[in-house]
C-alpha cells in the first residue's frame, strides 16, 4: 500500500525554524514512510510511535529525539495511507 507524506500549514512554518539536526531526522521519517511504507516507520522502535489522547485523540505522536515530536494523523483509503503532519515540537516529559 503506497504511504505518502503532506503537511498542514502550520507545519510548513514549524519546519522552517527547527534545528537542524532535528530536520534531519525528519527527513528521514518521511522518506521512511514514503519508500518503505507506514507500516515500517512504526516498527522502528527508536520513533516510539503511539496513539494520543484527551484533546489530542485521533491523532498520533512519533519521537524523532528525546525531547523533540510530530504530530500527525493518518486518512487510510483501500489503497494509500496519507500521513498528515500537524506540528513538530518541543514535548516536556
Known amino acids: 500500500m503506497e504511504s505518502v507524506v503532506v503537511l498542514s500549514k502550520n507545519a510548513h512554518k514549524i519546519l522552517k525554524k527547527l534545528p537542524k539536526h532535528i530536520l534531519i531526522q525528519f527527513d528521514l ?9 507506514f507500516m515500517c516507520m512504526q516498527s522502528v522502535k527508536g520513533y516510539r510511535d503511539h496513539s494520543l489522547n484527551g484533546n489530542r ?35 516536556d516529559y
Not at 498520533?60 to 493518518?74: A, G, N, P, T
Request: aromatic share 6%; charged share 25%; net charge neutral.
Open 29 to 37: 521519517w518521511v522518506e521512511i514512510i514514503e519508500t518503505e511504507g
Open 57 to 91: 485523540k485521533g491523532q498520533r505522536s512519533s519521537s524523532l529525539s528525546r525531547s523533540w515530536r510530530i504530530i500527525y494523523v493518518l486518512d487510510v483509503k483501500t489503497n494509500r495511507i496519507t500521513v498528515e503532519v500537524l506540528e513538530v515540537n518541543h514535548h
